[in-house]
């Protein structure tokens, strides 16, 4: 299974950007999927996760509300929209990708795969 994240840039402070992760495989609706980020000199962090039926969606508190994840598993993506960003908001950010359901969906040890990460910039 292959991650392929795109669609970072820099943006200003309001501004909206849409990530896109295209997988790999044949079985993609099986796969719990989830963004995460890394801002400089920090950890990596949850920012949302869709469970492999599409039928949950999982929040961070810090994106609730400006955030949205959703999968196309027709098309093998699962997508983040991004609104009211925030210079803190700035980081590297990556897919993941676990089969079936984790309870853990918040950590990184839950998944099996990552992308290579696309950065986001945020200018105040």
């Known amino acids: 299974v292959q991650l392929q994240a795109s669609g970072g840039g820099l943006v200003q402070t309001g501004g909206s950007l849409r990530l896109s992760c295209t997988v790999s495989g044949r079985t993609f609706s099986a796969y719990t999927m989830a963004w995460f980020r890394q801002a400089p000199g920090k950890e990596r962090d949850f920012v949302a996760a869709v469970a492999w039926s599409a039928g949950n969606t999982y929040y961070a508190d810090s994106v609730k509300g400006r955030f949205t994840i959703s999968r196309d598993n027709a098309k093998n993506t699962v997508y983040l929209q991004m609104n009211s960003l925030k210079p803190e908001d700035t980081a590297v950010y990556y897919c993941?990708?676990?089969?079936?359901?984790?309870?853990?969906?918040?950590?990184?040890?839950?998944?099996?795969?990552w992308g290579q990460g696309t950065l986001v910039t945020v200018s105040s």
């Open positions: 993941a990708a676990v089969r079936g359901y984790t309870y853990y969906y918040a950590r990184e040890m839950s998944y099996e795969y």
